[in-house]
């Protein structure tokens, strides 16, 4: 892996500590007939939910000879072939008639409720050439990546949630995690600590309201959780179990890494970025909605683990991201980005803990990484204008879904 010198780090080509790899030229996609592309996305009665981010999809689209604008599922008219899309203002949003698009890149973060009803009809009808195929939960995921014999090594013990399967894993591991298929922000993910007296429970409810109990025994422990299942749970979807990992490299807080890989304009996967997330005091999840703060990723590891030992585990996090997105695109279909959430233990061990089709690209603009976190931004812009140029349609026909 090479090097500029102590600190730095180059991932997919591209520098951890400083400016990114690859050329200008390389990464610009310029396009001699003005292509339109849609952003689906969820749009309610406050708005969007990523206003930011979205804002700057369509200012940058227009820099790059790009139409861009968002629309949801509710904005399609079928019978005229039309879409109302919105692009941003000084003080808000216009929306307009667009004419359909070019390409469309799916940004809809789904979740089981009935606000969401809409959209999966919506996908499943394949009214548009998508930038990215259709993905699935957290567990059914990880049922794919642990398919892979490569894979596993980095796979914490995860299982469907029973009492059997809680007994197993609280006897094997001093710590598990009680988490949502479809959970996001670190809500409604229950932190269990088996302690000599029983349990502690540990967490935050999908209304941001933080628990703390001691429990006396696994019968209790299950009938708790089988209640907090029931409270939390939204629509269909289910609740996992998965080994907790030792991530307090900072005493009283839990730490992990966020990687954000992405296609860029010649539609080979880069890194953007690398940083670490500190969770909130008492916090069980480094959620940055959750109080989290981020550093940076180079810095962080090698104060604690030293300057070689440092190269190690970020090369580990290479390897890791490059084989997921095989394995993942193997099942799915093309894909175009993902946020990895990678646990690195006391000893420097890596883990993968989960990966978002959807990810956010804030934790750059936490650290003041305007030009990384503007990056994040148009790469997705840039990958759907390379397909367009390149003529590749992606589909999420004939591909498996679990």
Request: with cysteine; hydrophobic share 35%; aromatic share 10%.
């Amino acid at each position: 892996m090479p090097s500029t010198g102590k600190g730095a780090f180059f991932i997919f080509g591209i520098n951890c500590q400083g400016d990114e790899g690859g050329s200008e030229e390389e990464r610009r996609v310029l396009l001699s007939v003005k292509k339109r592309i849609g952003v689906l996305t969820y749009r309610g009665e406050k708005g969007f939910i990523e206003p930011g981010i979205l804002r700057l999809m369509v200012r940058e689209g227009e820099k790059m000879n790009l139409e861009v604008f968002l629309f949801s599922p509710q904005d399609v008219d079928l019978t005229a072939r039309k879409i109302r899309g919105y692009t941003p203002t000084q003080t808000g949003w216009k929306n307009d008639w667009y004419a359909w698009p070019d390409i469309v890149i799916d940004r809809y973060r789904y979740y089981p409720v009935p606000k969401h009803a809409g959209y999966l009809p919506f996908r499943r009808q394949q009214l548009f050439r998508y930038a990215n195929s259709r993905f699935a939960n957290k567990f059914s995921v990880h049922r794919v990546l642990e398919q892979d014999p490569i894979l596993r090594k980095w796979l914490p013990q995860t299982m469907e949630y029973s009492r059997e399967s809680l007994a197993i894993l609280l006897q094997e591991h001093r710590v598990v995690y009680v988490k949502p298929t479809n959970g996001t922000g670190g809500r409604s993910i229950l932190r269990v600590v088996r302690t000599p007296g029983g349990f502690h429970l540990q967490g935050q409810t999908k209304k941001k309201k933080k628990i703390s109990e001691s429990i006396p025994s696994l019968d209790v422990l299950h009938q708790r959780l089988q209640a907090w299942i029931k409270q939390e749970k939204q629509g269909n979807e289910q609740f996992f179990l998965q080994q907790g990992l030792e991530l307090s490299l900072v005493p009283g807080r839990t730490v992990d890494a966020r990687l954000l890989a992405q296609k860029d304009g010649t539609g080979n996967w880069r890194l953007t970025g690398m940083a670490i997330r500190l969770g909130a005091r008492r916090s069980s999840t480094s959620n940055l909605h959750s109080g989290g703060t981020a550093v940076p990723a180079a810095r962080f590891l090698t104060e604690h683990f030293g300057y070689e030992m440092t190269r190690q585990i970020i090369g580990e996090c290479k390897e890791l991201a490059l084989h997921a997105v095989s394995r993942i695109e193997q099942h799915f279909g093309q894909m175009m980005e993902f946020g990895f959430d990678i646990g690195i233990d006391v000893k420097g061990h890596v883990w993968l803990i989960e990966m978002n089709p959807k990810p956010g690209r804030e934790i750059f603009r936490q650290l003041g990484q305007r030009k990384r976190y503007l990056e994040a931004v148009r790469r997705p812009l840039e990958y759907a204008a390379h397909l367009l140029l390149n003529d590749q349609q992606v589909s999420d026909e004939n591909h498996a879904y679990v």
